[in-house]
């Protein structure tokens, strides 16, 4: 199973990021960003890897990760290495481009091939698709970016996008299948995008994404002259006007050279957010069936010429597409050269080419369901109220949607705030709203500590630099008893030196004389601090006065009444402390062994009574004995379970808690559990000895009056010493489940007897081996049903000196399946019967016809589309024609040890959006030496090997190839022997057929099979 979890492919330097949220007003999917802290860092696993944030950011925070470093270490280190490289490379490279390969090879690359190429064999697998899929929006997939996109936001769309790689894995995958020399070397890819790296780790397809950024700054560091390079082609043959695919249109201008008209049922459109917007509304227009068929699509404004990893950032769009177009009109004009001028021939060569290079099956591509890495929770109505007022947003006014935070509305803002992605502080108008209020709070609080000032017991004195009073509260005039003292000098009430004094009042508390309007002098404490203006400037200090004469009086009588009172304590202190530390050290010893013992009881105590809750909260039936076998708990569900009460039960022992069970006294298995395994009593066979847990399955004859059947299971306690100090055991009741499964077991004893009684029918239906050798001169039928019956079978005639052989697959298999075959065989024997002449391509046509009017099938959507797939041969001994049509099911032909493939139409016996197009009659001229093979498709479906990958149709038409010459029974031993290898543990996943035969030249008069 291919994991959801997306690597890192954006790098964020938190030192350098300033939080302006830039690359949040970038990002299509915003909630990947975390703006809370002082940088904004990424969730990998929600980021679909646009670039956009790369783009947006200029403080050079955020930069792509790519694998060019390594790359060129590998290359140092000898490693076999291709590349392949974008055709957004002749953007960047306008005049160079083809240098680069001269570059590649001349640091060690074996060889170097155009992803344009590949880009020409993804439009015949789209259009091939939409030739033979069913007739459905398909979303075009090139983009990795929209691709994940799609995986984590919208995966309701997963099922439109296209089924084929992309044009970089079709190129990979071409190397692979038809340039054998490099079937083993690394793949290194010149990349437009940084999203790509992902693609290549999901497939494990392509070993190093290199941007052609990282290129361009290598050839500027180590001063590399790519102008003095040669040119060197590529190693792929040339691409026409695939070499568009990069930019916006391409895929459509590409496939209008095959589909003129493909363009009027197709949506062209690319950009963030315009590409994003428009999946958002997708589904509804797919539903209304309001979707174009075909829908070409971008993440990047202006294509991947100009994706982030390119090096056209300054760049104007029409010089980019400029560089593409004269491209592709260069090599648009040398193939019209090479086929003069002749556009009918050029397609042609072209469409010869291209087939070269395809295989059906071998450009498939799988995605993956990412919804789980999403994990945003979306607030409910109250929570964003909530929310808006702790961004001050208390009404529809406040509500601005300014975007300046970078999610384009306050309620996105909101619901990032919500999932702990950002703080209300980085709203605009918060800071705005939040001066105001501290604006409207300074001046409360300014007004509130005045009154508070003027109202206090204590004296409150704010001085100048100078030491000039600025203000003084009533209690400071009270304590000096003075009205006048404004704008004087703090100096004139006391007698210290002013320079001390002043650093005294700058530093913290100090105790101070100061002198009174009547020459008394009181003691003051004053707790001064210093005072700075806005700009930090110190412009005084202020200070809160205390008198302190009575307590400073007091303070002096105590500390005399306190050294008389020492001297006595001293005296009998020396006394006790002689005969306390013996006590206390008794007392100690004493003490802590009673600790010890408690802690003990306690801890026994504690884990007893957890124990004991435990099992009574629990549903099955539980008991208790300690160490002298008395039982010491007995669960309410044990009660329920054997009809003892725990009060007719509790403190009784030798074996009485059995009697509930046996009808006497007997060991259970609580009573084995201190016993070693070795140990345990003969009679107990069943018993299961298992790390310390003893379990055994009971059958129960009368337990409270009903037959039981239950699981046992017992394990030792043992106190803090790791003595055994009792047992437990739960005793679960499995009778409802064991008297179910023996019903089951009984149903399905039935039902595959009646099944084994259907295969017996099927097979007396087929065509006996007596028969088939009066009708073929040499053959083999390796016939393999998935379940007992199968939905494949085979059928072989002769009416008037003429042999029918046909061979289907019907639609399932098993039961269903089987029906469907006796369906088959039934109608071809009717149709034969009454049409002794029919040809093959009528025979098919009249079959379908008869299995839609069995099966009540028409064209209403939803309908049951079964049926099956059938090929169909008639061939005349003497005569020197075979006469074949197919239902999706081909006819190979193996002659001088190649194989020629005859192929089917591409629509099933059955209801189909075709079903009104007659079938193909196809005449094959027959030679002596041909072996002719009919098949289903279940042994090249076959899931199996390293990868657990089917067997596909390259390997079997191989193996066709490489046994032909053989005995037919070795031919069958051996296709069977590699079906077996094949799916090793795997199970069978279809019914297989496979008959391989030649032809007789002459049947015997006699012969009459009808």
């Known amino acids: 199973m291919k994991t959801t979890a997306l690597i890192p492919i954006i790098n964020v330097d938190s030192g350098k990021c300033l939080n302006c949220h830039a690359c949040i007003s970038a990002c299509p999917v915003k909630y990947c960003n975390d703006g809370s802290g002082s940088s904004v860092s990424v969730n990998h696993d929600m980021c679909i890897g646009c670039g956009k944030c790369i783009e947006a950011c200029t403080h050079g925070a955020r930069s792509y990760i790519d694998d060019f470093k390594r790359f060129l270490s590998d290359v140092i280190s000898g490693e076999k290495i ?55 929006t398909i979303i075009a997939q090139p983009c990795a970016a929209i691709v994940t996109y799609i995986e984590l936001y919208q995966p309701e769309l997963i099922k439109y996008l296209a089924p084929a790689d992309s044009p970089m894995l ?73 070499v568009l695919f990069s930019s916006p249109g391409g895929l459509l201008k590409t496939a209008e050279r095959w589909n003129p008209e493909i363009a ?45 990893l390119t090096a056209v950032k300054d760049v104007p769009q029409d010089e980019i597409e400029y560089r593409i177009s004269n491209r592709s009109k260069y090599l648009k004009n040398k193939y019209l050269q090479e086929n003069n001028f002749d556009v009918k021939q050029t397609k042609h060569t072209l469409e010869k080419l291209i087939s070269q290079y395809w295989r059906e099956d071998l450009y498939t591509r799988t995605y993956v369901n990412r919804w789980k890495n999403v994990t945003l929770k979306y607030p409910n109505a109250e929570e964003i109220s909530d929310i808006y007022e702790r961004m001050h947003k208390y009404s529809d006014a406040d509500v601005k949607n300014c975007s300046s935070c970078g999610y384009n509305s306050c309620h996105s803002m909101a619901t990032a705030i919500f999932n702990g992605l950002n703080r209300p502080e980085n709203c605009h108008f ?98 001064a601090s ?275 052989i046909a061979v289907a697959d019907c639609t399932g298999h098993g039961v269903p ?21 029919a040809s093959p391509d009528k025979i098919l046509f009249l079959l379908r016809e008869r299995i839609k009017h069995a099966l009540r099938q028409n064209s209403d959507i939803g309908h049951p589309a079964d049926g099956m797939d059938m090929a169909l041969l008639v061939h005349t001994p003497g005569e020197d024609t075979v006469y074949y049509s197919g239902a999706n099911n081909p006819l190979y032909v193996v002659r001088s040890g190649n194989l020629l493939e005859f192929k089917a139409d591409r629509m099933p016996i059955g209801l189909h959006r075709l079903d009104n197009k007659p079938f193909t009659l196809k005449y094959i001229d027959v030679e002596p030496d041909d072996v002719f093979y009919l098949f289903s498709d279940g042994y090249r479906d076959q899931t199996g090997g390293l990868h657990g990958r089917k067997f596909m149709t390259a390997n079997f038409r191989n193996l066709i190839v490489e046994i032909h010459g053989l005995p037919f029974d070795t031919q069958k031993q051996i296709l069977e022997q590699k079906h077996i290898e094949w799916k090793g543990t795997v199970k069978q996943i279809d019914d297989i057929l496979v008959i391989g035969f030649k032809l007789k030249q002459t049947l015997s008069e006699t012969v009459d099979l009808q």
Request: contains cysteine; charged residues 25%.
């Open 82 to 136: 291709i590349a392949v490289v974008s055709p957004a490379t002749a953007a960047s490279f306008p005049t160079n481009y083809l240098k680069i390969n001269t570059f590649f090879k001349e640091i060690g690359i074996d060889a170097v091939f155009d992803v344009s190429f590949g880009a020409e064999l993804t439009v015949k697998s789209y259009l091939n698709e939409l030739e033979i899929g069913e007739q459905k």
């Open 170 to 242: 079709h190129t990979i995958k071409m190397v692979r299948e038809f340039y054998p020399d490099y079937k083993h070397h690394k793949v290194a890819v010149l990349s437009p995008c940084n999203a790509k790296k992902r693609e290549f780790e999901e497939t494990g397809l392509g070993d190093y994404n290199i941007a052609i950024q990282s290129l361009v700054e290598f050839f500027k560091d180590s001063k590399t002259d790519i102008n003095s390079l040669p040119e060197t082609d590529f190693d792929n043959p040339p691409a026409e006007r695939a």
């Open 264 to 308: 009027d049922m197709s949506r062209k459109i690319e950009g963030t957010p315009n590409v994003y917007h428009y999946f958002k509304s997708l589904p509804a227009m797919i539903s209304e069936g309001k979707a174009p068929l075909l829908i070409d699509c971008l993440s990047c404004e202006f294509g991947c010429n100009a994706g982030p």
């Open 430 to 527: 918060y800071m705005e709203k939040e001066t105001d209020l501290a604006h409207v709070k300074t001046k409360q609080s300014s007004k509130k500590l005045s009154d508070i000032l003027e109202t206090s017991l204590e004296g409150f004195v704010e001085l100048n630099k100078r030491g000039e009073i600025m203000s003084a509260n009533r209690a400071f005039k009270k304590l000096l008893k003075r009205n006048d003292i404004i704008g004087r000098s703090v100096f004139e009430f006391s007698d210290r030196n002013p320079n001390e004094l002043m650093q005294q009042l700058t530093h913290g508390a100090v105790e101070l004389e100061l002198k009174q309007s009547d020459g008394n002098t009181i003691t003051c404490l004053v707790s």
């Open 530 to 804: 210093l005072l700075n203006n806005i700009e930090g400037e110190n412009i005084g200090s202020f200070a809160m006065v205390t008198n302190i004469s009575k307590l400073k009086q007091a303070e002096l009588q105590l500390r005399d009444a306190n050294e008389n009172l020492e001297q006595k304590v001293k005296i009998r202190t020396a006394q006790l402390n002689e005969a306390y530390e013996e006590v206390l050290q008794r007392n100690e010893e004493i003490s802590q062994q009673r600790e010890e013992i408690e802690a003990q009881r306690d801890a026994l105590y504690d884990s007893e009574q957890r124990i004991k809750i435990v099992l009574e909260s629990m549903p099955d039936a539980a008991f208790m004995i300690n160490e002298h076998g008395l039982v010491t708990f007995w669960n309410q569900a044990m009660v329920s379970l054997t009809g003892i009460s725990s009060y007719d039960i509790l403190g009784k022992g030798n074996f009485e808690y059995a009697k509930p069970f046996y009808g006497k006294k007997q060991m259970m298995l609580i009573d084995l559990v201190h016993h070693k395994q070795e140990e345990l009593p003969a009679n107990y066979p069943n018993v299961i000895f298992d790390n310390g847990i003893l379990q055994a399955e009971i059958h129960i004859e009368s337990l409270n009056g009903k037959p039981k059947h239950i699981i046992g299971r017992a394990v030792a306690l043992f106190d803090t010493d790791g003595n055994p100090n009792g047992a437990i055991e739960i005793l679960h009741d499995t009778t409802e489940q064991h008297n179910f499964l023996k019903k089951i077991e009984a149903q399905k004893h039935d039902i595959t007897s009646s099944i084994h009684y259907a295969a017996r029918i099927q097979d007396a239906v087929l065509p006996a081996s007596s028969q088939i050798n009066l009708l073929l001169d040499n053959y083999f039928i390796l016939y393999k049903p998935k379940d007992i019956v199968s939905g494949d079978f085979y059928w072989i005639k002769n009416i008037d000196n003429t042999v029918i």
């Open 817 to 837: 399946g089987a029906f469907m075959s006796m369906l088959g065989n039934t109608f071809l024997n009717e149709i034969i019967v009454k049409d002794r002449n």
